[in-house]
């Protein structure tokens, strides 16, 4: 049985409570912010293909653990960005796939069978693929204590979540960057 993502989610923010978490637009930001709305949580919206890129640049300002959480749709429209992550060297980016093996936002179609916790690894990243709750947690863990920017891929069973996290882009960011600015 897949993991849960909504569990996987909140071992995130267990595991490291100060990251900011940047969510794919959709499933992952409606998972997120029904787990825990916080000020790091950096939801966003039309942007599928961008989540993983958001992340570096993110990770390039400041030395917090910065945690991508982007799906199997989001992924393969920029599964490119596997290199850049690599050529960065940020190490304090981990880049989580969920894959539910459908573009859950718009409208369910399949997605495309990609193994990327091997395109990671072509690319030059660690890499795990989880299929439990349980390896998921673990493989988080030994991914944000890494010194080294690290991919996890956790196939998770398709969800469509009630919670909703706000849509206003402006507050979203500003909300982040304060988070991020507070002495």
Do not use: K
Not at 112 to 125: D, Q, R, V, Y
């Amino acid at each position: 049985m897949p993991a849960d993502q909504a569990a996987c989610t909140a071992a995130v923010l267990e595991e490291t409570p100060d990251a900011v978490v940047i969510s794919n637009l959709g499933v992952a930001s409606y998972v997120l912010s029904g787990v825990a709305d916080r000020s790091r949580n950096f939801y966003l919206w039309g942007s599928m293909g961008s989540t993983t890129a958001t992340g570096i640049g993110v990770a390039y300002g400041t030395d917090e653990q910065v945690t991508v959480l982007d799906g199997d749709g989001s992924l393969t429209m920029s599964l490119g960005v596997l290199a850049t992550v690599a050529n960065a060297d940020v190490p304090n980016l981990t880049v989580v796939c969920f894959d539910n093996g459908t573009y859950g936002t718009t409208g369910g179609q399949p997605t495309p069978s990609i193994e990327f916790a091997a395109a990671a690894e072509a690319c030059g990243l660690p890499a795990n693929s989880v299929e439990t709750t349980n390896g998921f947690t673990e493989a988080y863990s030994a991914a944000s204590n890494r010194e080294t920017a690290s991919v996890i891929e956790c196939d998770v069973t398709p969800v469509d979540p009630d919670s909703r996290p706000m849509f206003d882009f402006s507050h979203i960011t500003r909300r982040v960057r304060d988070a991020l600015t507070e002495e």
